[in-house]
T-cell receptor, first 117, second 113 residues
């Protein structure tokens, strides 16, 4: 596709369930980012991949959060044993850069809205 | 650590009036600065960015921003608001491009006919 796509667009989970959120970046984009956007807040960085390598995961809030990008393209963000505070929009972004230039233009997907009951 | 403050969570302007959205940052090294716009149910879209060079940066849709180091500011302006400008605007900073983007809390712009 022409842009970054994410699925599902909406996810409702019961507290304690595991969820998996998918991101399809723009074809050929080397870098991929995950952000968490709570209601009324700006996006907060979670993790960053360059190809299949996870170079920075300093923003992951707990060990219940795990991200992977095994083939350097599609990425999955997994949240285990979901809690109510995990309710947020999860944004994925990709950029073309082949360097660790985190300021390169990032193209964002529409996000997945996760609601934990 | 870098941070961003956006003054005013909600700004309302009349159609045709000047748009001014304020952004102040803190950074221990020369900052890279960004403005993104978010329309309902859509992802963020880059409006403009400052990395080095000219301090007045022009972006898409008639927006521009000026980097003022002495004021640690990067305010976003547009001379004449259009109804289609109604959206959420986010300012973001990176330490010389070597750190992930840090976003402000956003400013919702409403345009009144």
């Amino acid at each position: 596709g022409a842009g970054v796509s994410q699925s599902p667009r909406y996810k409702v989970a019961k507290r304690g369930q595991d969820v998996a959120l998918r991101c399809d970046p723009i074809s050929g984009h080397v870098s991929l980012f995950w952000y968490q956007q709570a209601l009324g807040q700006g996006p907060e960085f979670l993790t960053y991949f360059q190809n299949e390598a996870q170079l920075d995961k300093s923003g992951l809030p707990s060990d219940r959060f795990f991200a992977e990008r095994p083939e350097g393209s599609v990425s999955t963000l997994k949240i285990q044993r979901t809690q109510q505070e995990d309710s947020a929009v999860y944004l994925c972004a990709s950029s073309f850069t082949r360097l660790a230039a985190l300021s390169d233009t990032q193209y964002f997907g529409p996000g997945t809205r996760l609601t934990v009951l | 650590a870098q941070s961003v403050t956006q003054l005013g969570s909600h700004v309302s302007v009349s159609e045709g009036a000047l748009v001014l959205l304020r952004c102040n940052y803190s950074s221990s090294v020369p900052p890279y600065l960004f403005w993104y716009v978010q329309y309902p149910n859509q992802g963020l879209q880059l409006l403009l960015k400052y990395t080095t060079g000219a301090t007045l940066v022009k972006g898409i849709n008639g927006f521009e921003a000026e980097f003022k180091k002495s004021e640690t500011s990067f305010h976003l302006t547009k001379p004449s608001a259009h109804m289609s400008d109604a959206a959420e605007y986010f300012c973001a900073v990176s330490d010389s491009g070597n750190t992930p983007l840090v976003f402000g809390k956003g400013t919702r712009l409403s345009v009144i006919a």
